[in-house]
C-alpha cells in the first residue's frame, strides 16, 4: 500500500507547490513510484511547475465523476519515469469533490504506487480537508514570518482532529518545511528564525529551504528546481527527501555565508 502525504499550508504563496513537484520528483529520482494529486480545483498549477499544462485532458474530477479512467488522467513526467500527476479541473467547483470519490482515487492509486502527495490548496475550507483527510504523514510548508507560522498552526489543529488517522484514535505524522529562509535577514532581525518557528509550532523539521532566485527561475521554464543541479535550493529539497526517506542529513544554510570581498559584490544565492 501506498504512503499518503499530504503537502499543505495555512497561508497561500509560501511554495507548497513547489515543494509538492520538487518531494514528487525527488521521490521518483530515488526510485519510489509516486503520483501527485492536485486538489486545488479552479486553480490549479501543479501542472505549469511540471512543465505538463498543454498535456492535460482529463482531470480528478473527471475521474471522480466516471468521466475518464485513472489511466486516461495520469500524466507521466517527461525528466522520471516513476512520477506521475493528476491534475485539478480548471472549470468546475470545489464542490465537485467528494469524499467517497477521493477515497475510491486514493484506494485505486495505492495500488500501484509508494507514494501519493495530495497538493493541498492553502487554507483550511473543503478542498485542504479533504486533501489531508487521508494522509498517513503531512508536510507544513511556512515561511519565517508571524502571519504564515500562524496560519500553519491552525492546519496542526485540522490534522489533529479532521482526518481520518485522528478519528480512528491515531495522529497524522508531522513534517515542517521552512521556505524561502534567508539566514542573513535573521541574522538582522528581520526573518524569524529556525528556532523561532519550531518553537512555536513544535514540529519536527524535515526541511529548509534558502531563498533562492533559482525556485523562480525553475518554476518559469516548467522544471521543478530540485533538477536544478548545483543550486541551494535543489540541494535543501534533496536533503529533505532523505529525511522524508528516514535518512539523517547535517542542516545546511542556517547560517550566513562568510563570503569574500569579490563574492559579496557578485555573487548571490543560486
Same mark, same amino acid.
Given at each position: 500500500?501506498?504512503?499518503?502525504?499530504?503537502?499543505?499550508?495555512?497561508?497561500?504563496?509560501?511554495?507548497?507547490?513547489?515543494?509538492?513537484?520538487?518531494?514528487?520528483?525527488?521521490?521518483?529520482?530515488?526510485?519510489?513510484?509516486?503520483?501527485?494529486?492536485?486538489?486545488?480545483?479552479?486553480?490549479?498549477?501543479?501542472? @505549469? /511547475?511540471?512543465?505538463? +499544462?498543454?498535456?492535460? !485532458?482529463? #482531470?480528478?474530477?473527471?475521474? %471522480?465523476?466516471?468521466?475518464?479512467?485513472?489511466?486516461?488522467?495520469l500524466i507521466r513526467d517527461k525528466r522520471a519515469d516513476d512520477l506521475f500527476m493528476l491534475p485539478a479541473s480548471q472549470t468546475r467547483d470545489k464542490d465537485a469533490l467528494?469524499?467517497?470519490?477521493?477515497?475510491?482515487?486514493?484506494?485505486?492509486?495505492?495500488?500501484?504506487?509508494?507514494?501519493?502527495?495530495?497538493?493541498?490548496?492553502?487554507?483550511?475550507?473543503?478542498?485542504?480537508?479533504?486533501?489531508?483527510?487521508?494522509?498517513?504523514?503531512?508536510? @507544513? /510548508?511556512?515561511?519565517? +514570518?508571524?502571519?504564515? !507560522?500562524? #496560519?500553519?498552526?491552525?492546519? %496542526?489543529?485540522?490534522?489533529?482532529?479532521?482526518?481520518?488517522?485522528?478519528?480512528?484514535?491515531?495522529?497524522?505524522?508531522?513534517?515542517?518545511?521552512?521556505?524561502?529562509?534567508?539566514?542573513?535577514?535573521?541574522?538582522?532581525?528581520?526573518?524569524?528564525?529556525?528556532?523561532?518557528?519550531?518553537?512555536?509550532?513544535?514540529?519536527?523539521?524535515m526541511g529548509l529551504i534558502p531563498e533562492s532566485e533559482s525556485v523562480l527561475k525553475a518554476s518559469?521554464?516548467?522544471?521543478?528546481?530540485?533538477?536544478?543541479?548545483?543550486?541551494?535550493?535543489?540541494?535543501?529539497?534533496?536533503?529533505? !527527501?532523505?529525511?522524508?526517506?528516514?535518512?539523517?542529513?547535517?542542516?545546511?544554510?542556517?547560517?550566513?555565508?562568510?563570503?569574500?570581498?569579490?563574492?559579496?559584490?557578485?555573487?548571490?544565492?543560486?
Amino acid at each position: 500500500m501506498a504512503k499518503i502525504i499530504v503537502i499543505t499550508s495555512g497561508k497561500g504563496g509560501v511554495g507548497k507547490t513547489t515543494s509538492c513537484a520538487s518531494l514528487g520528483s525527488g521521490l521518483a529520482l530515488r526510485g519510489y513510484k509516486t503520483v501527485m494529486i492536485d486538489f486545488d480545483v479552479g486553480l490549479r498549477n501543479l501542472d @505549469l /511547475v511540471l512543465g505538463c +499544462e498543454r498535456r492535460v !485532458v482529463y #482531470d480528478l474530477v473527471n475521474v %471522480i465523476q466516471g468521466e475518464a479512467s485513472l489511466h486516461q488522467a495520469l500524466i507521466r513526467d517527461k525528466r522520471a519515469d516513476d512520477l506521475f500527476m493528476l491534475p485539478a479541473s480548471q472549470t468546475r467547483d470545489k464542490d465537485a469533490l467528494t469524499l467517497e470519490g477521493v477515497d475510491q482515487v486514493i484506494q485505486a492509486l495505492s495500488i500501484d504506487f509508494d507514494y501519493i502527495l495530495c497538493d493541498s490548496p492553502a487554507g483550511i475550507e473543503r478542498g485542504a480537508q479533504l486533501a489531508m483527510y487521508f494522509a498517513d504523514e503531512a508536510v @507544513l /510548508v511556512t515561511n519565517p +514570518e508571524v502571519s504564515s !507560522v500562524r #496560519d500553519t498552526d491552525r492546519i %496542526i489543529g485540522l490534522l489533529q482532529a479532521k482526518t481520518q488517522a485522528a478519528k480512528n484514535g491515531g495522529k497524522v505524522k508531522e513534517h515542517l518545511l521552512l521556505t524561502r529562509y534567508n539566514s542573513q535577514r535573521v541574522a538582522e532581525g528581520e526573518m524569524l528564525s529556525l528556532e523561532d518557528v519550531q518553537d512555536i509550532l513544535s514540529v519536527p523539521l524535515m526541511g529548509l529551504i534558502p531563498e533562492s532566485e533559482s525556485v523562480l527561475k525553475a518554476s518559469n521554464k516548467g522544471v521543478p528546481v530540485i533538477h536544478e543541479e548545483g543550486s541551494d535550493a535543489s540541494i535543501a529539497y534533496k536533503d529533505a !527527501v532523505s529525511r522524508l526517506l528516514g535518512e539523517e542529513v547535517p542542516l545546511k544554510f542556517v547560517e550566513p555565508e562568510k563570503t569574500g570581498f569579490l563574492n559579496r559584490m557578485f555573487g548571490g544565492r543560486k
